[in-house]
């Protein structure tokens, strides 16, 4: 039985997390794997791979969301791409669909291969907002919960009380919720974002078309 109202119909969403070793990005896709799956009721896919070094190397963590069964697990073509780093928003763009959406921390990706994309300083919130910059991870889930129309906040916040030790999980609610305010205040309502990307992509191809 699902926890969730209101379930969005999906037929397969595909969303990539990077960044460095030491972002959190592998608990980051977990936290997110399990809230859309266990409180949404959601079928989802949850893959992660790490750079050499556990700390300073790259790190990735995909997930395949979907109403139904998945029949392929990995991901091809990204609907969401959330880049904490330079050397993943450089190697990760080229996956992202042409009506997909790119999410930067703007204090950490100073050049950006297209200028469609939502920019936040998520590194900067986490160390003078929150006091804490192992937040960092929980901050940028609270943005991604508001880009997602099929992603409820309450539901959302349950998933943190559920995996994270008790006594860091007011702290990482908080991240969690300063993410959330944020992402509303620089980015505008999830539909109309998802909405101008793929206009803004269906005019790109008809500029290349003509």
């Not at 109403?67 to 928003?89: G, M, R």
């Not at 920019?119 to 910059?133: Q, S």
Request: charged letters at 20%.
């Amino acid at each position: 039985m699902s926890t969730a109202d209101n379930h969005t119909e999906l037929n397969r969403f595909e969303l990539r997390l990077s960044g460095l070793g030491g972002q959190g990005i592998i608990t980051l896709g977990k936290l997110l794997g399990y809230g859309l799956a266990i409180h949404h009721d959601y079928y989802v896919t949850q893959t992660q791979s790490y750079g050499p070094e556990a700390r300073g190397g790259s790190s990735r963590a995909d997930l395949v969301i979907s109403s139904h069964p998945i029949s392929y697990p990995k991901t091809e073509n990204v609907d969401l791409l959330v880049a904490l780093s330079q050397e993943a928003c450089n190697e990760y763009y080229g996956v992202l669909k042409p009506n997909g959406v790119l999410v930067v921390d703007t204090l950490m990706v100073t050049q950006t291969p297209t200028n469609r994309f939502l920019g936040m300083e998520f590194t900067t919130l986490a160390k003078d907002k929150i006091g804490n910059t192992l937040t960092l991870n929980t901050l940028t889930l609270g943005a991604i919960t508001h880009l997602l129309p099929f992603a409820q906040p309450r539901l959302m916040r349950k998933a943190l009380e559920e995996n994270m030790p008790a006594k860091i999980v007011e702290l990482n609610k908080k991240a969690f919720n300063l993410g959330l305010r944020e992402a509303k205040k620089h980015f505008g309502e999830a539909p109309a974002i998802w909405e101008q990307a793929a206009e803004l992509a269906e005019e790109e191809n008809i500029e290349a078309l003509e």
